[in-house]
C-alpha cells in the first residue's frame, strides 16, 4: 500500500560469550524461564529462551488441552516439546487444573462460588482420562501428584 512503511521484526540479539546455560549444564544446575505464550513467536524471545536456558516451563492448561470434554488438542504441548528437543532443554509442565475460572476451559469452571463444584473423584477421573488421551506411559512419567 502507498505511503506505508512495513518494518521487520528486530533481529535476535547475537550471542556474546557464554550462555547461562554453559555454566549451569556441568554442575548438573537447572537454570530456566517459563515460556511467555504472548511472545513465543518474537524470534528474539526464541532465540534467547534456547541459548540461555536448559530448562523451560511450558503454561499449557487444560483449558488449551481439552476446550470440550473429550476434545482434546495437544498443539501447544507438540510446539513446546519440539522447542525443548530442538534446544536439549528439560520441559515441565504447568499444573493443568489449577484457579478455577482462569485456565480451565468453561465446561469445568465450578458453578457454585467458594470451592472446586466437584468432587475429588471427578477431577482424577478427568486426570486419569487426559493422562490417557496424551498417550503418556506410566513409566514415562517421572511423577505424578495430584493433590486436593
Known amino acids: 500500500m502507498p505511503g506505508c512503511a512495513v518494518m521487520a521484526a528486530p533481529a535476535p540479539p547475537p550471542a556474546s560469550g557464554p550462555a547461562l546455560r554453559d555454566y549451569a549444564d556441568p554442575l548438573g544446575f537447572h537454570i530456566g524461564s517459563i515460556m511467555q505464550m504472548r511472545i513465543f513467536d518474537d524470534p528474539r524471545y526464541r532465540a ?12 499449557v492448561f487444560q483449558k488449551q488441552v481439552e476446550p470440550s470434554p473429550g476434545q482434546f488438542d495437544f498443539t501447544g504441548m507438540d510446539r513446546d516439546i519440539q522447542f525443548a528437543q530442538e534446544h536439549r532443554m528439560k520441559l515441565f509442565g504447568a499444573s493443568l487444573i489449577y484457579r478455577a475460572g482462569a485456565v480451565l476451559p468453561g465446561w469445568m469452571v465450578p458453578r457454585r462460588g467458594g470451592d472446586w463444584g466437584r468432587p475429588k473423584d471427578d477431577y482424577d477421573r478427568l486426570m486419569k482420562e487426559w493422562i490417557e488421551a496424551a ?3 506410566p513409566d514415562e512419567l517421572e511423577e505424578l501428584d495430584v493433590e486436593f
Not at 50 to 56: D, K
Open 48 to 59: 534467547v529462551l534456547g541459548r540461555e536456558f536448559n530448562v523451560f516451563v511450558s503454561f
Open 135 to 137: 498417550k503418556v506411559e
